[in-house]
């Protein structure tokens, strides 16, 4: 019994000596921190989401105070919390504009046409690999939520097999961006109200085959407004999308219904003429 109490006592000591030893070389050779980067850290949203292009906030907080970083990198912070993060790093308040992401494709399981049945892991990129998932249209969206898992804000919605992009929610972070195999997803100024929700560079016949509102480039709205659109190849791009409005879209009667406003495409109405082949 003694042999045991006098174990335990010596191996107390001996934690005692350690932890004063520990202590004292923690404190003598500490390396001290800059206040503000704890400062701007709590400033930040907290939401890690990596759109900056830090680690997290906290490295983000810690880049903008040793490598000068623009806080207006960060899409989430509000303009007051910007105000504060500048004042508090010393640096000049920066302007920032709003964005959100726009998945610029149309072909949910109504209007695209399947030529496979997909059976693999319910995943976008790993449906890139093999055989671009079921759908017939090598540049739409697949479909499986890739992007929606991903997104931090829960902006992003799967609906009949096409992401639907809510811009109320939408922070504009980008990682559904970087998520997207078929690269068919942007960031535009948040104030945009319309968009041609295509994305296939195929010539019209081809799309035709495979999708019921796509853009075929009849260059309709070329024609009516080309200030706000170009026709690039076989896909006709808005260049001035936040010009794009509610009036100017029901002039210009797109055929297919690929322009659509951002509140008919999120509603789900498609206003389509034709049909695919």
């Known amino acids: 019994m003694m042999n045991v109490l006098i174990a335990v006592l010596v191996l107390a000591l001996l934690g005692l000596i350690l932890g004063i030893m520990i202590g ?15 400062e701007i850290t709590a400033l930040l949203p907290g939401a890690n989401c990596g759109g900056c292009g830090f680690a997290g906030c906290a490295d983000f907080a810690k880049g903008i105070i040793e490598s000068g970083a623009s806080p207006t990198l960060c899409a989430v912070c509000s303009e007051e919390a910007l105000a504060k993060i500048s ?13 959100v992401a726009v998945v610029y494709c149309s072909g949910d399981n109504e209007h695209a046409v399947h030529i496979a049945y997909y059976n693999g892991l319910n995943d976008c990129r790993a449906a890139a690999v093999l055989a671009g998932g079921g759908k ?11 992007c929606a898992r991903n997104c931090p804000y829960g902006s992003i919605e799967i609906r009949n097999g096409l992401s639907i992009v809510h811009p109320e929610l939408c922070r504009g972070c980008g990682i559904c961006v970087d998520i997207c ?21 195929d010539k019209a016949v081809i799309k035709r085959k495979f999708c019921s509102v796509t853009c075929i480039a009849c260059r309709k709205c070329v024609k009516t407004s080309p200030e706000h659109f170009n026709a690039q190849g076989f896909l006709v791009r808005a260049v001035d999308e936040p010009g794009i409005t509610e009036e100017m879209v029901k002039s210009i ?9 951002v509140e008919t495409h999120t509603a789900g109405k498609k206003e389509k003429k034709g049909a695919a082949a």
């Open 24 to 38: 004292y070389v923690a404190k003598k050779f500490a390396v001290e921190g800059d206040s503000r980067v704890e």
């Open 87 to 99: 004042e508090v790093a010393g640096l000049a308040a920066g302007t920032r504009e709003k964005k």
């Open 136 to 146: 017939g249209c090598r540049f739409g969206c697949i479909g499986l939520g890739s």
């Open 181 to 201: 195999p078929r690269k068919l997803i942007r960031l535009v100024p948040a104030e945009s109200r319309a968009h041609v929700y295509c994305n296939s560079l």
């Open 253 to 261: 009667g797109c055929p297919t219904g690929a322009l659509q406003t």
